[in-house]
């Protein structure tokens, strides 16, 4: 059976949930950050954790994450830490909005660091230090995902 008919099948089996006044939960990723190396290969761990991954600036994201309908949102903070800074606010409405679950927000991170030290608001739920490889990421984002779907 063709690889589409399978997703085809999946996805009939498997429809969206919709949570009262909410959107219907898409499994999409939004992927923040200003190197298009990056983004492609976190948006290839998101795709092999079967979730969709969409790419964004971090000018471009506010849009896209004040929707609503991400999952999980993965910021790469850059060597300063601070490229993404501002789509910190649109996240925490968003948070605000769904009770605190959504979305999920991982930060990359250039070492080992301690979540409080960051001024993220608390809106940061889970640090990944680079480099970033898929058997340190994709486990994490399909947890995320499972947690979700039992939810």
Do not use: Y
């Not at 190396?37 to 969409?54: D, P």
């Not at 506010?62 to 609503?68: S, V």
């Amino acid at each position: 059976m063709p690889h589409w008919e399978i997703e085809r099948d999946r996805q009939q089996d498997n429809p969206p949930r919709a949570a009262i006044g909410q959107p219907v939960q898409q499994d999409i990723v939004i992927v923040v950050g200003r190197s298009p190396v990056n983004l492609i290969v976190l948006s290839r761990i998101v795709e092999r954790a079967r979730m969709r991954a969409v790419s964004a600036t971090p000018e471009a994201a506010g849009q896209l994450i004040a929707r609503g309908e991400a999952a999980i949102v993965i910021l790469d903070g850059g060597p300063d830490m601070r490229e993404c800074d501002g789509v910190l606010g649109v996240i925490l409405d968003q948070k605000l909005v769904s009770s605190g679950d959504r979305p999920f927000v991982i930060m990359l991170t250039m070492r080992n660091i301690d979540p409080q030290t960051l001024e993220t608001q608390g809106v940061v739920d889970a640090l990944v230090a680079k480099p970033v490889t898929p058997e340190k990421m994709q486990p994490l984002i399909e947890s995320i995902r499972d947690r979700a779907l039992r939810a």
